[in-house]
């Protein structure tokens, strides 16, 4: 097995793929080494101590180094967790399926929706969709549509998308401007 990696925007994350399917539908992000206990690949890369955030992708891996270390000394380790993972067939989740966490539940939305915007709601998400995530997933992350109110979309970046220095231009030059160029009821794209 030959595990690929790739550069993001990101200089604290690194994109790994290991040419095989890691989630089967939708994404997760792990950004603290209590909730990589759901996970023992997200866990075994915190235990490394020199990981902050671990995010699994349809076909990739994306990992966020802390600040101060160097990847030419943790990129052998997360490939060798990465190696020992998929060779032995194990599990990517403890006792649940990647299912439980590929759709955000109602509740994650920040704002409370009008019923009145269910067109407007649904046309941001389709462009999401097909737009906008095919994109920040070749960057290494996703993006999390959390509400739309009074012209104002809520939008959260994960995975190596999250902390990434050109995050803010990339939803405020990038997909503000496609939002508000397809639906004209946009007015605002903020991180939530």
Same mark, same amino acid.
């Given at each position: 097995? !030959?595990?690929?990696?790739?550069?993001?925007?990101?200089?604290?994350?690194?994109?790994?793929?290991?040419?095989?399917?890691?989630?089967?539908?939708?994404?997760?992000?792990?950004?603290?080494?209590?909730?990589?206990?759901?996970?023992?690949?997200?866990?075994?890369?915190?235990?490394?101590?020199?990981?902050?955030? %671990?995010?699994?992708?349809?076909?990739?891996?994306?990992?966020?180094?802390?600040?101060?270390?160097?990847?030419?000394?943790?990129?052998?380790? $997360? %490939?060798?967790?990465?190696?020992?993972?998929?060779?032995?067939?194990?599990?990517? !989740?403890?006792?649940?399926?990647?299912?439980?966490?590929?759709?955000?539940?109602?509740?994650?939305?920040? %704002?409370?929706?009008?019923?009145?915007? $269910?067109?407007?709601?649904?046309?941001?998400?389709?462009?999401?969709?097909?737009?906008?995530?095919?994109?920040?997933?070749?960057?290494?992350?996703?993006?999390?549509?959390?509400?739309?109110?009074?012209?104002?979309?809520?939008?959260?970046?994960?995975?190596?998308?999250?902390?990434?220095?050109?995050?803010?231009?990339?939803?405020?030059?990038?997909?503000?401007?496609?939002?508000?160029?397809?639906?004209?009821?946009?007015?605002?794209?903020?991180?939530?």
């Amino acid at each position: 097995m !030959f595990i690929e990696t790739e550069t993001t925007p990101n200089p604290a994350s690194l994109k790994f793929l290991p040419g095989r399917p890691v989630m089967t539908a939708g994404t997760r992000e792990f950004a603290s080494p209590e909730a990589a206990e759901a996970s023992p690949l997200a866990q075994a890369l915190f235990d490394t101590g020199e990981v902050v955030n %671990v995010f699994f992708g349809g076909d990739f891996i994306a990992v966020t180094a802390a600040p101060g270390v160097d990847w030419s000394q943790l990129k052998p380790q $997360v %490939v060798a967790i990465l190696l020992d993972h998929f060779v032995s067939n194990a599990p990517l !989740f403890a006792g649940t399926t990647a299912a439980d966490f590929a759709v955000p539940a109602e509740s994650d939305l920040i %704002v409370e929706e009008d019923p009145a915007d $269910v067109d407007i709601v649904a046309q941001i998400n389709e462009l999401l969709e097909t737009r906008v995530r095919p994109a920040v997933a070749g960057d290494g992350g996703d993006i999390v549509y959390r509400g739309y109110r009074d012209g104002i979309v809520h939008l959260q970046m994960q995975g190596a998308c999250s902390g990434c220095p050109s995050s803010t231009a990339t939803l405020k030059h990038g997909i503000e401007g496609l939002l508000k160029h397809y639906v004209p009821e946009v007015r605002e794209v903020r991180a939530a």
